[in-house]
Every structure is written in C-alpha cells, then in structure tokens.
C-alpha cells in the first residue's frame, strides 16, 4: 500500500533545481528518520540524503553541497532541494523510512528526475 506521495521531479538541463516533497497522507513522521533515495536504471536504490529525528542530516557525497534535506515542523512533509543538478542525478527519486527494509519503489511510486546536458 502507499505510504507516502513523492512529487516535484521533472526534466530540467544541466545547472538547474528542483525542490522533491514527500508526504505521508494520514500521519506523521514524528520519531522517524526520513530519507531520499533514488534508482537509476540498471542500478541500486541509493540513499541519497536523510534527515534524522533529532533533525541532524546525511548526505552521500556526490551531492554534498548542492542537495538540502529538510522537514516541517509538523514533521508531516520532507523536502529535497536540488541545486546544480547533473545529468548523473537523472533517476526515480523516493521517500522511505531509513530504517525499513526496503526502500525504492516500496513507499511510494516516486518521482522521475531527468536532468539533460
């Protein structure tokens, strides 16, 4: 069943941003830690950036820089803010639990990211 609702990707050049939202329609991301993920075709669900409980984030490090996590006070919606995106940033992006086990194409059915040189 879908547990959250991705949305905000799109295709945009080289250079160029994109804010991703993620919402849990029904209920709260109070004492968990949220991440971004993303797959690019033929390859692994990565984790591309999180943001904790206690409001500290992570980031993997080919997006360092130029990603922010962030959350609402209400705790009821993580966004993703992508700056100087990469043609390498082109995939689906989801929202997940850090700590489920599975994480791509599980909470939700994600949101297309296709960044053109």
């Known amino acids: 069943a879908v547990q959250v609702v991705e949305s905000g990707g799109g295709s945009v050049q080289a250079g160029g941003s994109l804010r991703l939202s993620c919402i849990g329609p029904g209920f709260t991301f109070d004492d968990s830690d949220m991440g971004w993920y993303r797959q690019a075709p033929g390859k692994e669900c990565e984790l591309v950036s999180s943001?904790?409980?206690?409001?500290?984030?992570t980031y993997t490090d080919s997006v360092k820089g130029r990603f922010t996590i962030s959350q609402d006070d209400a705790k009821s919606t993580v966004w993703l803010q992508m700056n100087s995106l990469k043609p390498e940033d082109t995939a689906v992006y989801y929202c997940?639990?850090?700590?489920?086990?599975?994480?791509?194409?599980?909470w939700g059915q994600g949101t297309q990211v296709t960044i053109s040189s």
């Open positions: 943001i904790n409980s206690d409001g500290s984030t």
């Open positions: 997940a639990e850090v700590d489920s086990v599975l994480h791509c194409n599980y």
